[in-house]
T-cell receptor, first 111, second 113 residues
Framework: DVKVTQSSRYLVKRTGEKVFLECVQD?????MFWYRQDPGLGLRLIYF???????EKGDIPEGYSVSREKKERFSLILESASTNQTSMYLC??????????FGPGTRLTVT | KNQVEQSPQSLIILEGKNCTLQ??????????LRWYKQDTGRGPVSLTI?????NTKSNGRYTATLDADTKQSSLHITASQLSDSASYIC????????????FGGGTRLMVKP
């Protein structure tokens, strides 16, 4: 079974803090993705990576950065968290153009 | 602009009843369409995938249909169970756009005993 894990299920941070969300997959997938999910807006792509040290902006990259130093790990970084970044964050991985497998999500609250 | 619209936004049905969820898309060129199920507090899990040439596909009590001419898909759930309570998300892949997906807003289904 493909397994995608995320470092935290729930996270509460203060405005201005630097936040790291980590995602690990165990299926040797080359592609990894970070989405945020907000009510009424569906899933929106923040960044994706198709190889180690490679990254591409998605639809809403502003305020975020990513890091992929190892194939199995993809980190999402909020350099200075703001209240409008309160959301559910979902990580996914895939091989080629196959199905994307999602992690359980991290619900981030920025106060 | 590529868009995926789902209806209804939410639905409440009694256990044992059937229901149908709708997905309309304007994505072009079309590659494939997936229905995902997302339980509360979990990530989405794929139920079915359909390509241009397929017009129906089943996965247990879930049956998806696709009309590529009208750009509509539906997900029919038969004999609903309490465990079907979840959000159902329609996702369309654009041809020649790599791994870019277009997500619908989802239908939140609640099955009551």
């Amino acid at each position: 079974d493909v397994k995608v894990t995320q470092s935290s299920r729930y996270l509460v941070k203060r405005t201005g803090e630097k936040v790291f969300l980590e995602c690990v997959q165990d299926m040797d997938h080359e592609n990894m993705f970070w989405y945020r999910q907000d009510p009424g807006l569906g899933l929106r792509l923040i960044y994706f990576s198709y190889d180690v040290k490679m990254k591409e902006k998605g639809d809403i990259p502003e305020g975020y950065s990513v890091s992929r130093e190892k194939k199995e790990r993809f980190s999402l970084i909020l350099e200075s968290a703001s209240t409008n970044q309160t959301s559910m964050y979902l990580c996914a991985s895939s091989s080629g153009y196959d199905e994307q497998y999602f992690g359980p999500g991290t619900r981030l609250t920025v106060t | 602009k590529n868009q995926v619209e789902q209806s209804p936004q939410s639905l409440i049905i009694l256990e044992g009843k059937n229901c149908t969820l709708q997905c309309n898309y304007t994505v072009s060129p079309f590659s494939n369409l997936r229905w995902y199920k997302q339980d509360t507090g979990r990530g989405p899990v794929s139920l079915t995938i359909m390509t241009f040439s397929e017009n129906t596909k089943s996965n247990g009590r879930y049956t998806a249909t696709l009309d590529a001419d009208t750009k509509q898909s539906s997900l029919h759930i038969t004999a609903s169970q309490l465990s079907d309570s979840a959000s159902y998300i329609c996702v369309v892949r654009v041809e020649n756009a790599g791994n870019m997906l277009t997500f619908g807003g989802g239908t939140r289904l609640m099955v009551k005993p």
